[in-house]
């Protein structure tokens, strides 16, 4: 899957871009730039962060207020030709960092993605999208090697991350699923358990609740993780049971990736039994389109 040639008049939305600001490849003029080539009509940037805290692929939290300025003008140089939002993608570490408004308020964002990344187990943490060696590793040392525990772990992090719904969209919401990439020396865990079917419903029944967005995420299929986005089939199918608006993310971290298999979205939403994607207004409201 790649980019798509025909979009059959859907309007091409994106709230899920990387730039050098974290760990992305290029600025925001040049994603902004590619962006509008490629025809996009509204995008978001969505730095990676979690305040107070930063890593080697969040952003500084001494580069925000410069971020928000790029951003900014980025804005005003497209005005009339495609929307551009200032967004963050604020992660949930319970007791540390939370994505909220309220947390985020100096920097007035347009919206939030909430994410879970850092898994809290045992006395230690995982990465949830970590290298399959490391998260092996520390799933290991604190869960003795238990993966069944672990991913339990990483979807109650994000219900609980879910009880405090103060934020837009809720981020690649089985990231877990990359330790099964065909690239992992051997599968993680068996996405047809039924105790992962549990976990599944569980959270789909949460996300509902909370009355946030979820994106069907092209993200690890553009890295050659996965062959499909996140949610995978069956968790997108829960997610339309329980009328969960969805919307377009390919998490692009370079700027040939901004629309990244659209099509193969669209596809999956319609397969799931879902009639509409939704965006966000130029005033930050979700709104709904047809597919």
């Given at each position: 899957?790649?980019?798509?040639?025909?979009?059959?008049?859907?309007?091409?939305?994106?709230?899920?871009?990387?730039?050098?600001?974290?760990?992305?490849?290029?600025?925001?003029?040049?994603?902004?730039?590619?962006?509008?080539?490629?025809?996009?009509?509204?995008?978001?940037?969505?730095?990676?962060?979690?305040?107070?805290?930063?890593?080697?692929?969040?952003?500084?939290?001494?580069?925000?207020?410069?971020?928000?300025?790029?951003?900014?003008?980025?804005?005003?140089?497209?005005?009339?030709?495609?929307?551009?939002?200032?967004?963050?993608?604020?992660?949930?570490?319970?007791?540390?960092?939370?994505?909220?408004?309220?947390?985020?308020?100096?920097?007035?964002?347009?919206?939030?993605?909430?994410?879970?990344?850092?898994?809290?187990?045992?006395?230690?943490?995982?990465?949830?999208?970590?290298?399959?060696?490391?998260?092996?590793?520390?799933?290991?040392?604190?869960?003795?090697?238990?993966?069944?525990?672990?991913?339990?772990?990483?979807?109650?992090?994000?219900?609980?991350?879910?009880?405090?719904?103060?934020?837009?969209?809720?981020?690649?919401?089985?990231?877990?699923?990359?330790?099964?990439?065909?690239?992992?020396?051997?599968?993680?865990?068996?996405?047809?358990?039924?105790?992962?079917?549990?976990?599944?419903?569980?959270t789909a029944k949460a996300i509902a609740s909370a009355g946030v967005c979820v994106e069907i995420n092209s993200g690890a299929m553009s890295r050659g993780y996965l062959d499909n986005p996140y949610p995978s089939l069956p968790f997108l199918e829960l997610l339309?049971?329980?009328?969960?608006?969805?919307?377009?993310?390919?998490?692009?971290?370079?700027?040939?990736?901004?629309?990244?298999?659209?099509?193969?979205?669209?596809?999956?939403?319609?397969?799931?039994?879902?009639?509409?994607?939704?965006?966000?207004?130029?005033?930050?409201?979700?709104?709904?389109?047809?597919?």
């Amino acid at each position: 899957m790649g980019k798509i040639s025909v979009n059959d008049g859907i309007k091409k939305t994106n709230y899920h871009m990387h730039t050098r600001y974290c760990d992305g490849s290029s600025d925001v003029a040049q994603m902004a730039q590619a962006a509008f080539d490629c025809g996009m009509s509204d995008i978001g940037f969505s730095g990676h962060a979690m305040i107070p805290f930063s890593s080697d692929w969040h952003m500084n939290i001494r580069n925000y207020e410069s971020y928000c300025k790029d951003v900014q003008e980025a804005k005003k140089q497209f005005a009339g030709k495609m929307n551009i939002l200032c967004g963050f993608e604020a992660d949930f570490i319970p007791d540390i960092t939370s994505p909220t408004f309220a947390e985020y308020k100096k920097y007035n964002p347009d919206f939030l993605i909430g994410s879970v990344h850092y898994v809290r187990i045992g006395n230690g943490y995982f990465e949830a999208d970590g290298s399959f060696e490391n998260t092996r590793k520390k799933i290991a040392q604190y869960a003795k090697g238990n993966a069944k525990k672990a991913v339990q772990a990483y979807f109650d992090a994000e219900r609980q991350m879910l009880k405090n719904p103060d934020f837009t969209f809720i981020g690649h919401c089985d990231l877990i699923r990359k330790q099964n990439s065909q690239l992992a020396p051997q599968p993680l865990f068996d996405e047809t358990a039924s105790w992962y079917r549990k976990e599944l419903v569980l959270t789909a029944k949460a996300i509902a609740s909370a009355g946030v967005c979820v994106e069907i995420n092209s993200g690890a299929m553009s890295r050659g993780y996965l062959d499909n986005p996140y949610p995978s089939l069956p968790f997108l199918e829960l997610l339309h049971q329980y009328n969960v608006p969805v919307t377009f993310a390919s998490d692009a971290h370079a700027k040939e990736h901004i629309d990244f298999a659209f099509d193969n979205a669209c596809a999956l939403a319609r397969n799931a039994g879902y009639k509409e994607l939704h965006y966000l207004s130029p005033e930050g409201k979700l709104t709904s389109q047809q597919i």
